[in-house]
């Protein structure tokens, strides 16, 4: 039994894993950073070559917090099935091993037992297995819901405020009053930092869909 428990181990993790990696921009992390500058202060004139910190973008998107509290649901539920099931499992095969070593079952008896106990285990990696794969499409669904919202509103966004370019980048730094980045980003202005901007009218126009869609239900 503890074999069986490890594979599910396994498997579980690596749908948490990959789960946490879509979640890492955390309000902690977030904390360390240099402020993103406000909406009223940015002066980025048009033409100019601004970027979005994503790490600071991605705390705050309230579609990608929606998203991602769903599907971290869906994990927890599926957590506490294998957990479920996992318990039934190990009392029956410790019930059946505790009457095999007190010579309470014939064996006929308890080679019937074993077969029916080994389907089981086959059964319990099949459903951890099939459930483990579930979770990994609702990420890559809710990631690619998540892009798309985000692209798709920056091309939007970029008809009316005219930069030359738009960068992404990982994470800002305090660095004698400039900010390093990470790629393709290595090091800019403050001021050419749009992402509070961004993310106000992100949040808006998500919070503005989801109120229609609410209404039409």
Do not use: H
């Not at 498997?11 to 894993?17: F, I, K, M, N, P």
């Not at 007190?102 to 037992?113: D, F, N, Q, Y």
Request: aromatic share 6%; hydrophobic share 35%.
């Amino acid at each position: 039994m503890k074999k069986t428990s490890r594979i599910f181990s396994a498997l579980l993790l690596g749908a948490v894993v990959v789960f946490g990696a879509s979640s890492c921009a955390g309000k902690g992390e977030q904390a360390a950073e240099a402020p993103a500058a406000t909406p009223s202060e940015q002066t980025a004139a048009k033409g100019s070559i601004v970027y979005i910190d994503m790490t600071a973008l991605m705390a705050d998107y309230d579609m990608a917090n929606d998203l991602r509290a769903v599907v971290e649901t869906k994990v927890q539920n599926i957590q506490a099935e294998i957990s479920r099931r996992e318990k039934k499992f190990t009392s029956e095969y410790n019930d059946f091993q505790d009457k095999m070593q007190k010579g309470l079952l014939t064996r006929s008896v308890a080679e019937e037992k074993g077969r029916k106990l080994q389907q089981q285990e086959i059964d319990f990696n099949n459903y951890a297995n099939q459930k483990n794969a579930e979770i990994n499409e609702e990420l890559m669904v809710m990631n690619n819901q998540i892009n798309d919202a985000i692209s798709t509103f920056i091309v939007k966004y970029n008809q009316e405020k005219q930069y030359a370019m738009i960068l992404i980048s990982q994470g800002d730094d305090p660095n004698d009053g400039m900010v390093t980045l990470g790629a393709p980003v290595l090091t800019a202005d403050p001021s050419l930092n749009i992402t509070a901007d961004v993310l106000e009218k992100l949040n808006e126009e998500y919070i503005k869909t989801k109120n229609q869609t609410n209404k039409s239900k």
